[in-house]
């Protein structure tokens, strides 16, 4: 026997060994009381290895709201151990399609992937236009619901429970606040972003037992940043490096591909850079700031030194540059950040 064959072997005894054990696997199940913020998405639609779709998981009291639902976030939300039955629904910040591309598959998963089926459609909560959004994907997954339910019988795929069901409201306007989601001690208020010419487009604010955190959605500097993330103890705001990104855009044009160049170059200006998102972190007084939502992508980790330059002199609190699996914990009655990782390493990896 050749030692690919022993490989062979004992990797299929390590895998019926293990597998049980990630079939009940459910890391929601281990937090303590508090609000945890799971980033599932830190990334843009360019490719990085560590950063995928946008999409975030705002845990409290075992249940989970997503904010967004990029591509492949249903997959990671699997490698992050959370059990589909925990999702509640999404939370929509606006519908470009790097945020909308994972609906189909986190609302299949909602469906039938949890301990016990959903008997009732995913809610994915937005700004108006929501409807729309929800309705395409409904009617792309049609056949999808029928095959499912075919195959499987009703029992385990219920025909009520397939697919989504949008709950628009109207965006505040202005400096104006809106809460959106009350329920079960979790506080949800919208507020409205920059992201011209994407309108409406929103961040939302999450109180729970005390603590709270802002997710900026995507947005240029607007000073409502400062206002609803006065006090609060997490901002996790969306950053593009200009600096970094003037590469990308220099070797397009040395390249000779224009589209692409022009691209780059159009994206600064509806977008906040990392020094702006450390300045409202100041200026709000939070206890942490996350970036997310990177852009450009960072192929070697030592381009988190320039993609933060000048941040730390602008901010006095903790900088994390989000990674997919990354989990920043609030717990109940305390003012500390922990942050860990939600995806363990793969056994043999
Ligand atoms: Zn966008
Ligand atoms: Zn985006």
């Known amino acids: ?5 022993v490989k062979g072997r004992v990797a299929l005894a390590v895998t019926r060994r293990s597998l049980p054990g990630r079939m009940n696997a459910d890391s929601v199940a281990g937090l303590g009381e508090g609000l945890h913020i799971g980033i599932v998405g830190a990334g843009s639609p360019m490719p990085d290895r560590d950063r995928g779709n ?7 009291g075992g249940k989970v709201w997503l904010v967004d639902a990029g591509e492949g976030a249903g997959e990671t939300l699997s490698r992050m151990e959370i059990e589909p039955g925990r999702v509640q ?5 606006h519908f470009h399609s790097d945020h909308i591309g994972g609906l189909g598959n986190v609302a299949l998963f909602h469906w039938v992937a949890g301990r016990t089926p959903a008997t009732r ?3 994915v909560i937005g700004p ?3 409807e729309r959004v929800v309705d395409g994907f409904n009617a792309a997954y049609a056949q999808d619901f029928v095959y499912r339910s075919a195959h499987h019988g009703e029992t385990i795929a219920p025909p009520s429970g397939a697919g989504m069901e949008a709950r628009p409201y109207k965006p505040p306007e202005g400096d104006q606040e809106l809460v959106v989601l009350e329920e079960d001690g979790l506080k949800v208020t919208a507020f409205r972003v920059d992201h011209t010419p994407v309108d409406p487009a929103v961040g939302y604010r999450f109180d729970y037992q005390g603590r709270s955190a802002v997710i900026s959605g995507d947005t240029s500097y607007v000073p409502i940043m400062e206002q609803v993330s006065d006090g609060a103890d997490l901002l996790v705001h969306e950053a593009l490096s200009r600096e970094l990104l ?7 044009g040395a390249a000779g591909r224009e589209t692409r160049q022009q691209i780059m170059a159009d994206i600064v200006d509806y977008h906040a850079s990392p020094q702006e998102a450390a300045e409202i972190a100041q200026r709000a007084g939070v206890r942490g700031l996350v970036l997310t939502h990177i852009v450009p992508p960072l192929p070697v980790k030592a381009l988190e030194g320039p993609f933060l330059e000048g941040c730390h002199e602008r901010y006095g609190g903790p900088i994390w540059l989000a990674r997919d699996g990354d989990l920043f914990s609030l717990p109940a009655g305390e003012t500390k950040i922990v942050k860990s990782r939600m995806i363990p390493r793969r056994p043999g990896a």
Do not use: N, R
Request: aromatic fraction near 0%; include cysteine.
């Open 1 to 5: 026997m050749g030692l690919d064959d």
């Open 54 to 60: 946008p999409c975030v998981a705002v845990i409290a």
């Open 89 to 93: 629904g999404v939370l929509m910040t």
């Open 121 to 123: 459609p995913m809610p």
């Open 128 to 130: 108006e236009g929501v």
């Open 246 to 252: 003037q590469l990308v855009e220099d070797a397009a």
